[in-house]
């Protein structure tokens, strides 16, 4: 079992940045693609950024490609996401995940393990 916490959502203003934290236990992350997704009530969950276990590729939803970057720490077991010039859009409870030997998949289904969520709202 790998037990995950979020940690560094809040509220902000649009155009600020924030870093998420995603903190594994119970297992070393070095074997699992791990995953940023994000949901907002009444909305499908969606795709954030994701992280290949075998070589660390990274893949981006479209509307964070540029703002948004995703590694991760095998020290400290955590995987983190840097979110920069964040817009009210960005506003959702985000979610980390684990897939064992995942290779960054985008679909929610992939993966077994996640997090409760922090949450993120970027006020106008």
């Known amino acids: 079992q790998v037990q995950l916490v979020e940690s560094g959502g809040g509220l902000v203003q649009v155009g600020d940045s924030l870093r998420l934290s995603c903190a594994a236990s119970?297992?070393?992350?070095?074997?699992?693609?791990m995953a940023w997704f994000r949901q907002v009530p009444g909305k499908e969950r969606e795709f954030v950024a994701s992280?290949?276990?075998?070589?660390?590729?990274?893949y981006y939803a479209d509307a964070v490609k540029g703002r948004f970057t995703i590694s991760r720490d095998g020290t400290k077991n955590t995987v983190y996401l840097q979110m920069n010039s964040l817009e009210f859009e960005d506003t959702a409870l985000y979610s980390c995940?684990?897939?064992?030997?995942?290779?960054?998949?985008?679909?929610?289904?992939?993966?077994?393990?996640w997090g409760q969520g922090t949450q993120v709202t970027v006020s106008s």
């Open positions: 995940a684990a897939d064992f030997l995942g290779r960054g998949s985008s679909y929610s289904s992939r993966y077994e393990f």
């Open positions: 119970g297992r070393s992350m070095s074997t699992y693609g």
């Open positions: 992280i290949d276990w075998s070589d660390d590729t990274t």
